[in-house]
T-cell receptor, first 113, second 111 residues
Framework: EAEVAQSPRYKITEKSQAVAFWCDPI?????LYWYRQILGQGPELLVQ????????DSQLPKDRSSAERLKGVDSTLKIQPAELGDSAMYLC???????????FGEGSWLTVV | GIQVEQSPPDLILQEGANSTLRCNFS?????LQWFHQNPWGQLINLFY???GTKQNGRLSATTVATERYSLLYISSSQTTDSGVYFC?????????????FGAGTRLAVHP
C-alpha cells in the first residue's frame, strides 16, 4: 500500500538553529499538506500545495519558515531560526486532489532545546 | 473560520463496551473525515463521510450535514482502539478545500 514518507522521524535541535523536514507524498497525489500538531491539540494546517503552487500558507510563520515543492512531487519544510515554541510534531499529508481522502505520514517530532 | 467541537474530550472504556463520539461544526461544510491517531502519532483515515452513514467492521459513522454534526460509533471496543479520534471538516478557502481539525477525543480502552 502506498504511503506518505517523511524524514527525519525525530529531531532535537538547539534554539536559533535551522531544521528541515522532507516529505514524499503518495505517487500521483496533486495536493500536499504540512500540518503542525502541538501535544494535546489537533493538527493545524501550515501550508497546502496544489502541484508546485502554494494555495494556503496563512498559518506559516513566514519570517522564519518556508516550504517548497519543486516539480510538484516531494516537499521540504524549513524553519530558521528554531524557537522553543516550534517543538511539535510536523505532519505531511497528501490527497489525489483537494477535497479527497487525505493520507498522513508518520510525522516528524521536533524538540527545540 | 469554521469551529469544530468534539465531545467528550476524554473517554475510558472497559474492553467490550460500546461508545459514541460526537463532532459538532459551526457552518456548512463540503466534507467531513474521521481519523484515529495511534499512540505513536500515526493518523489513519477512518471515514470520508459528507453525509449519511458508513460502516467499517466495528466502527460506523453518521453525518447529518443539515444539523451540523457527525457521530462515530465504536462497538465491542478493543485495547487497540485506544488513541485519539479526530474529526476534520472541509471548508472552501481561496478556491481550495481546507481541512480543519477538532481537538480530538482521547480514548483509553482497558482490558
Amino acid at each position: 500500500e502506498a504511503e506518505v514518507a517523511q524524514s527525519p522521524r525525530y529531531k532535537i535541535t538547539e534554539k536559533s538553529q535551522a531544521v528541515a523536514f522532507w516529505c514524499d507524498p503518495i505517487s500521483g497525489h496533486a495536493t500536499l499538506y504540512w500540518y503542525r500538531q502541538i501535544l494535546g491539540q489537533g493538527p493545524e494546517l501550515l501550508v497546502q500545495f496544489q502541484d508546485e503552487s502554494v494555495v494556503d500558507d496563512s498559518q506559516l510563520p513566514k519570517d522564519r519558515s518556508s516550504a517548497e515543492r519543486l516539480k510538484g512531487v516531494d516537499s521540504t519544510l524549513k524553519i530558521q531560526p528554531a524557537e522553543l515554541g516550534d517543538s511539535a510534531m510536523y505532519l505531511c499529508a497528501s490527497s489525489l486532489v483537494s477535497g479527497n481522502t487525505i493520507y498522513f505520514g508518520e510525522g516528524s517530532w521536533l524538540t527545540v532545546v | 473560520g469554521i469551529q469544530v467541537e468534539q465531545s467528550p474530550p476524554d473517554l475510558i472504556l472497559q474492553e467490550g463496551a460500546n461508545s459514541t463520539l460526537r463532532c459538532n461544526f459551526s457552518d456548512s461544510v463540503n466534507n467531513l473525515q474521521w481519523f484515529h491517531q495511534n499512540p505513536w502519532g500515526q493518523l489513519i483515515n477512518l471515514f470520508y463521510i459528507p453525509s449519511g452513514t458508513k460502516q467499517n467492521g466495528r466502527l460506523s459513522a453518521t453525518t447529518v450535514a443539515t444539523e451540523r454534526y457527525s457521530l462515530l460509533y465504536i462497538s465491542s471496543s478493543q485495547t487497540t482502539d485506544s488513541g485519539v479520534y479526530f474529526c476534520a471538516v472541509e471548508e472552501i478557502s481561496g478556491g481550495y478545500n481546507k481541512l480543519i481539525f477538532g481537538a480530538g477525543t482521547r480514548l483509553a480502552v482497558h482490558p
